[in-house]
């Protein structure tokens, strides 16, 4: 049995080294007019509950928020579902390196993913200050 079980393991873990793991919705995506230079991936994969995915957002060249203007401190992350929208959290920004990082699991389907440069997190919509959007078809 223990045996069967380290044959299962090994072919698992061989698959997911070769490629062949859980797919997932990939873009590579660039800035906005505001923040020109700032490119980075997107990436959403299926989590172990079938109606969640887990969105992953990896960006260089990511200007301070203060560009989009004097009031603005934060960048917030938003998952916009036709008229419902729900703020997922804020990138997590390494002023000195330009680079931003961002986690979480959210429903799966399609959504638009916004990222909003704004003076503080306690905000109920998005600003019209718009570091990134890209259209997500949510099915990783």
Request: proline share 7%; glycine share 10%; charged share 20%.
């Amino acid at each position: 049995m223990r045996s069967t079980v380290a044959l299962a393991l090994s072919i698992f873990y061989a698959a997911l080294s070769a490629g062949c793991g859980p797919s997932g919705e990939s873009h590579d995506v660039r800035g906005t007019s505001r923040s020109s230079g700032m490119v980075g991936e997107i990436r959403l994969q299926e989590e172990f509950q079938a109606s969640q995915a887990r969105l992953k957002l990896e960006l260089g060249g990511v200007p301070p928020p203060s560009r989009f203007g004097p009031e603005a401190s934060v960048f917030v992350v938003w998952d916009r579902r036709g008229s419902q929208l729900v703020q997922l959290g804020t990138l997590e920004v390494d002023a000195t390196r330009h680079t931003a990082r961002f986690e979480h699991v959210t429903a799966a389907g399609p959504f638009l993913l916004l990222v909003t440069a704004e003076p503080s997190t306690n905000v109920s919509a998005p600003s019209s200050r718009t570091l990134l959007v890209q259209p997500m078809s949510g099915r990783p």
